[in-house]
Nanobody, 121 residues
Framework: VHVVESGGGVVQAGGSLRLSCAVS????????MAWYRQAPGKERELVAV???????DYADSVKGRFTLIRDNDENTLSLVMSSLQVEDTALYSC????????????????WGTGTPVTVSS
């Protein structure tokens, strides 16, 4: 199973970006999918999570500006970011939790290497 993020780049404050997370390889079942970010010198923080059913949660700092879109047919998770701020500059990573096999003892977490986002003032 591989998780690959894309879509990062450099954008001016107030601009928009769309990040994509794609899962390749077979998974028997995928549960929650989430975007995290880590700014230089700071702890990693949860940006948004889709629980695999109908619930989506956002960090307070991005509510109203970011939108999470999940496609269960394609096993993708997109993060549409608008009204970007300098404080949004970070490495954005995708986490996927799921079961590789119907015989798995429990769910496993898979991470991509991240895609960098830089917001300039």
């Amino acid at each position: 199973v591989h998780v690959v993020e894309s879509g990062g780049g450099v954008v001016q404050a107030g601009g928009s970006l769309r990040l994509s997370c794609a899962v390749s390889g077979f998974m028997f079942s995928i549960g929650p999918m989430a975007w995290y970010r880590q700014a230089p010198g700071k702890e990693r923080e949860l940006v948004a999570v889709h629980d695999g059913r109908y619930n989506i949660d956002y960090a307070d700092s991005v509510k109203g500006r970011f939108t999470l879109i999940r496609d269960n047919d394609e096993n993708t998770l997109s993060l549409v970011m608008s009204s970007l701020q300098v404080e949004d500059t970070a490495l954005y990573s995708c986490e996927v939790t799921g079961w590789v096999s119907e015989f798995s003892d429990g769910p496993a977490d898979f991470w991509g290497t991240g895609t960098p986002v830089t917001v300039s003032s």
